[in-house]
């Protein structure tokens, strides 16, 4: 099983919780897997045309996918993988 | 001014003393300090605790840009200001406050919004910007400016429980810059899908930490102490008490300099967030302001009053309505009424509005009212009591 941190803001998504576990064989089947078992989370992931959408990245591990092979980055057992969005807040 | 030149009064070592005493910092980081200059953008629940640590460790000049006013929610989280700052300049209640931790620097004020305008002219006054706002407009704004005049952006950013930082567009040993907020995020989300804090809450010691963070990878930067947090991103998740360091690399498809740069000016940043563009504007629903509101209550006329926020709000200020939160009026309309008058209410006026399009798409209502400026407006013009939040 590999595991799926989600960051705040999806978290109204995943009731809450902060991590999702499932068998996956890359990151795409993982965040697959995350969006047919959450309504709605699936258009912050990815655009129209499939693609990652460019206010996150995914991470495995401390690496982003982009520097491995993308959303076929091969996962194994126990590997973590990271949802990480852009966040604003600071001031007000 | 080269920091070899730099003296330090019998006050000042004696001030600086535990900074003078760390083998690796010394006087030579202590003059560096004293000799560096830092633009502090935003003065709120990140700029706090950064400008206190900044000002307490001897940065020479200082720079404060916010255009704001201290108000009573602020209290909660910004530990720059107390009482007798509600309804002053943030920015001039900040130079007041610093001036008397340190009197041996110079705070200067911008007492104004960090626009396209004037960004590339007080940056370049300094030698090292901190990020400090809470918009992405303005975020992006600061990564461009930074960029652009060659300074590193110390970054952080939070919501809710989660918190961000690193250091931007640090000149390298090699000569190159570092990565910075365009490498990581090419672009903004749409408005509406990340809340801001106004919004989405903070929890009030959080900018304390993050902020406190910045305040020491600026004085990293100056220094040339340690490694900073160029090239990584920092992530704090306070519920679960977890912190985790990931790489951010240089993208080659970077507008600003990646391998074939399409961006060489400030843009327009609201457009590129996609705020006020024609197609977002909602339909517009019918208003009463609260004025008029508070006459048909004094005259008796018949109506229902619907107050859409969250009961937590509710809580905290309620001006009679009967609650039903915006999402649950679809499935609650046999409480909402078709043949009076209606009127429906939240903080703003800006969730009542969203509440009444979908009673008229989904119901066919025709009686809906929306309250213009919510509890907020009420409490200012009618109900001074009322708490705001």
């Known amino acids: 099983m590999a595991t799926l941190i989600i960051p705040t803001p999806l978290r109204k998504f995943t009731e809450g919780e902060s991590i999702y576990t499932a068998s996956a064989s890359n990151v795409k089947e993982l965040l697959v897997a995350l969006y047919t078992s959450h309504d709605g989370i699936k258009k912050h992931l990815f655009d129209d045309e499939g693609e990652l959408r460019s206010f996150i990245r995914v991470y495995l591990g401390d690496e982003d996918i982009n520097e491995l092979e993308g959303v076929n980055t091969k996962l194994e057992d126990r590997d973590e993988v990271s949802i990480i969005p852009a966040i604003a807040g600071g001031s007000k | 001014m080269s920091?070899?030149?730099?003296?330090?009064?019998?006050?000042?070592?004696?001030?600086?003393?535990?900074?003078?005493?760390?083998?690796?910092?010394?006087?030579?980081?202590?003059?560096?300090?004293?000799?560096?200059?830092?633009?502090?953008?935003?003065?709120?629940?990140?700029?706090?605790?950064?400008?206190?640590?900044?000002?307490?460790?001897?940065?020479?000049?200082?720079?404060?840009?916010?255009?704001?006013?201290?108000?009573?929610?602020?209290?909660?989280?910004?530990?720059?200001?107390?009482?007798?700052?509600?309804?002053?300049?943030?920015?001039?209640?900040?130079?007041?406050?610093?001036?008397?931790?340190?009197?041996?620097?110079?705070?200067?004020?911008?007492?104004?919004?960090?626009?396209?305008?004037?960004?590339?002219?007080?940056?370049?006054?300094y030698d090292v910007v901190a990020d400090g706002t809470d918009n992405f407009p303005t975020r992006y704004l600061v990564n461009d400016v930074c960029v652009l005049e060659d300074k590193v952006n110390v970054y952080a950013s939070i919501f809710r429980f989660e918190g961000q930082a690193s250091v931007f567009n640090e000149l390298l040993a090699d000569g190159t810059r570092g990565p910075n907020y365009r490498d990581l995020f090419p672009s903004p989300p749409p408005p509406g899908l990340v809340p801001s804090c106004a919004e989405g809450g903070v929890i009030g010691v959080l900018p304390g930490i993050l902020g406190s963070i910045q305040a020491l990878e600026v004085l990293k930067v100056i220094s040339g102490v340690g490694d900073t947090l160029s090239g990584r991103l920092f992530l704090f998740d306070a519920t679960a008490f977890t912190t985790r360091i990931l790489k951010i690399r240089k993208n080659k498809n970077n507008p600003l300099n990646g391998e074939n740069p399409t961006q060489t000016e400030l843009i327009n940043y609201d457009q590129f967030c996609g705020i006020g563009m024609a197609s977002e504007q909602p339909r517009e629903v019918a208003e009463i302001s609260v004025l008029e509101y508070d006459q048909w209550r004094k005259d008796g006329k018949e109506h229902v009053l619907i107050d859409v926020r969250e009961p937590y709000e509710?809580?905290?200020?309620?001006?009679?309505g009967t609650l039903i939160p915006l999402a649950t009026v679809l499935e609650?309309?046999?409480?909402?009424?078709?043949?009076?008058?209606?009127?429906?209410?939240?903080?703003?006026?800006?969730?009542?509005?969203?509440?009444?399009?979908?009673?008229?798409?989904?119901?066919?209502?025709?009686?809906?009212?929306?309250?213009?400026?919510?509890?907020?407006?009420?409490?200012?013009?009618?109900?001074?009591?009322?708490?705001?939040y």
Not at chain 2, 314 to 320: L, P
Not at chain 2, 335 to 353: E, H, W, Y
Request: hydrophobic share 40%.
């Open chain 2, 314 to 320: 509710y809580g905290i200020a309620e001006m009679g």
């Open chain 2, 332 to 388: 609650s309309t046999d409480r909402i009424p078709k043949d009076i008058p209606v009127v429906v209410q939240c903080r703003s006026g800006s969730r009542s509005a969203t509440a009444i399009r979908e009673l008229e798409d989904t119901h066919g209502y025709t009686n809906l009212i929306n309250l213009k400026g919510g509890i907020l407006d009420w409490q200012e013009a009618v109900q001074p009591e009322l708490a705001r």
């Open chain 2, 3 to 125: 920091h070899h030149d730099i003296t330090f009064s019998k006050e000042e070592l004696e001030r600086y003393s535990r900074h003078l005493i760390i083998p690796e910092f010394n006087i030579e980081g202590q003059k560096k300090l004293k000799a560096s200059s830092v633009l502090v953008i935003g003065s709120g629940g990140l700029g706090s605790p950064l400008l206190l640590y900044l000002a307490a460790a001897g940065v020479g000049r200082i720079g404060i840009v916010d255009f704001d006013t201290v108000d009573a929610s602020n209290l909660q989280r910004q530990v720059l200001f107390g009482v007798q700052d509600v309804g002053v300049s943030k920015a001039v209640a900040a130079e007041k406050r610093l001036s008397s931790l340190n009197p041996h620097i110079t705070i200067e004020v911008h007492d104004t919004m960090f626009t396209v305008d004037n960004a590339r002219e007080l940056v370049k006054q």
